[in-house]
């Protein structure tokens, strides 16, 4: 049995070596030939190699599943050897990743036919695509770290690929500063971690986990460095409003971004938290950070005009609570999260032309608030004691469990006007029905997570959490129970606008681009005006 896996760990792992860097040389010949039958070629080959890909990582899962010893089996041991990092995590991720590079692939070919940007795509496309590839597959944290920064700099040559716009410019300028933070950030905890273990490679990191002391102060900056890292990516407050911008970009940018980079964020934490020390400052913080742009976005998301807008803001508060759930160490949770958002979001993005034609429909006239409301709050309270007879479906977290009960309150609260009885039984079935099916995709995707036995959820942990969720609840409430009241229309205005957390940082960053273009211009000067001399001349 062992040398039969060992015969095929062999070329499904060498897959994974090599798809990135033939991705990396089909975007270089991409970017450099002018020849439009070779450039079709291009394009036809990066889908096949996306299919690889998938294959690959198909028989990796099925090779680490199929083998009694998991961990001890000789597949990750071969794969440590050849730098890469072969665990359900990266399977999972590498099969998503490669999903959705081929469906925006396709899409891309046909949306970007005859638009001067479509050869400046491809490359720069394939290049996030393999910088997001060894980042999940690298065992040493050292190219993990180039691949992050890799990452950021092609997507920022995709969000100007429309260089006469100047959202979008402002929207790339916004995006590579908070991006090189981020780098830093990922290096400097890097560089601490092989201060602490003495190594860059994950899985030596892994294995001295127990034979370090408790409580490093080297492990709570490493923690901070990346929870700002993560913040950063994820987009959330006050430096949201680049997500915001980048819907100046093609409809196939937008959807790589929201589907797949915007995540790497948690991705960081859910691959390198098992190094960490338990309940970290940087969990404090995505717990603090992340709900309060869950709360924020959520609110904002409901009052916007534009189907993109509102997508943006729904990405931004669902980056949010994948890192509250982090923060509270629901590892599972956010890893569940992180799958169904890419693949919702891919699929929001590139469908949106069809939103805004049924946007014109006219929407369902809602049932009175009152029963609405009855129904609702009795669909929650069956929720809530199912979650009270059976706390292990949400891990004993009663964080978890209000978000829960809170998500069943609000799905059944839609209820159109004149729906039937058995229809209003049906969809509440439905909304009670996410409780066990949670603890179903739990119970299935459980072990992919490394578990942490020493993380506890302190009491400050705790309060956070449950103040995130008492706020967001408490103002959906005043708004939904007394929709006409002075103090809901300020509500909305407020909230239309984010509650404008985003302006500081917009604001310096518009001088920043105002002063970048002066310097430009100034330099085109000269030059124009020896032109304009010699023509007279």
């Excluded at 409809?251 to 970290?280: E, Q, Y």
Aim: glycine share 10%; aromatic share 8%.
């Amino acid at each position: 049995m062992n040398l039969i896996i060992t015969a095929l760990s062999m070329p499904a792992l060498f897959v994974w070596l090599t798809i990135p860097v033939l991705l990396l040389l089909l975007a270089l010949f991409s970017s450099w030939s002018r020849n439009p039958l070779k450039l079709a070629h291009c394009w036809r080959l990066a889908g096949y190699l996306f299919t690889v890909s998938m294959a690959a990582s198909m028989v990796i899962g099925l090779l680490l599943m199929v083998d009694p010893r998991g961990a001890d089996s000789a597949l990750p041991e071969l794969g440590h050897q050849l730098g890469l990092q072969p665990d359900g995590l990266a399977v999972w991720m590498a099969l998503m990743v490669a999903f959705i590079g081929w469906v925006i692939l396709r899409y891309a070919g046909d949306y970007l036919q005859g638009d001067p940007v479509r050869n400046r795509f491809l490359p720069r496309f394939l290049t996030a695509l393999a910088s997001v590839l060894l980042l999940i597959f690298a065992n040493n944290l050292l190219v993990l770290a180039g691949a992050w920064i890799g990452v950021s700099l092609a997507l920022h040559h995709l969000l100007t690929l429309y260089r006469n716009r100047r959202e979008a410019r402002l929207a790339a300028l916004q995006k590579f500063i908070i991006s090189r933070v981020g780098d830093v950030c990922v290096i400097g905890g890097v560089l601490l971690l092989h201060t602490h273990y003495g190594s860059f490679r994950l899985s030596d990191m892994i294995a001295s986990v127990g034979a370090r002391g408790q409580g490093s102060a080297t492990l709570e900056l490493a923690s901070v460095l990346f929870a700002t890292a993560a913040l950063l990516k994820c987009a959330q407050v006050p430096f949201h409003g680049w997500l915001i911008r980048v819907m100046e970009a093609p409809t196939p940018v937008s959807a790589l971004l929201h589907a797949g980079v915007i995540n790497l964020g948690g991705f960081l934490w859910l691959r390198l938290f098992p190094v960490l020390d338990g309940f970290t400052l940087g969990h404090l913080m995505l717990l603090a950070v992340g709900g309060m742009t869950a709360m924020v976005s959520v609110l904002t998301m409901m009052s916007q005009a534009s189907v993109k807008h509102a997508l943006a803001w729904s990405t931004s508060a669902q980056m949010g609570f994948m890192l509250f759930e982090i923060g509270m160490g629901a590892y599972v949770l956010a890893f569940l999260h992180l799958l169904a958002h890419s693949l919702y979001k891919a699929h929001s993005f590139l469908a949106s032309g069809r939103t805004v034609s049924a946007s014109r429909v006219a929407p369902f006239e809602e049932a009175a608030r009152g029963p609405r409301v009855a129904w609702s709050a009795a669909a929650a309270s069956v929720a809530a004691l199912i979650l009270w007879l059976s706390p292990g479906l949400v891990e004993g977290n009663l964080v978890l469990g209000a978000v829960l009960v809170m998500a069943v309150f609000g799905s059944v609260l839609g209820f159109p006007e004149g729906i039937g009885r058995s229809q209003k039984l049906l969809l509440t079935g439905c909304a009670i029905g996410l409780v066990p099916l949670y603890g179903i995709a739990h119970w299935l995707l459980g072990g992919v997570i490394v578990p942490q036995p020493d993380f506890a959820l302190p009491l400050i942990g705790l309060l956070v959490g449950l103040a995130v969720v008492g706020m967001l609840v408490t103002i959906s409430l005043v708004i939904l129970l007394t929709p006409n009241s002075p103090l809901s229309q300020t509500l909305r205005y407020h909230i239309s606008n984010g509650f404008y957390l985003m302006l500081p940082f917009d604001q310096i960053t518009e001088r920043l681009s105002h002063y970048l273009e002066l310097t430009r211009a100034g330099r085109d000067l000269p030059q124009n005006a020896t032109s304009t001399l010699g023509d007279k001349s």
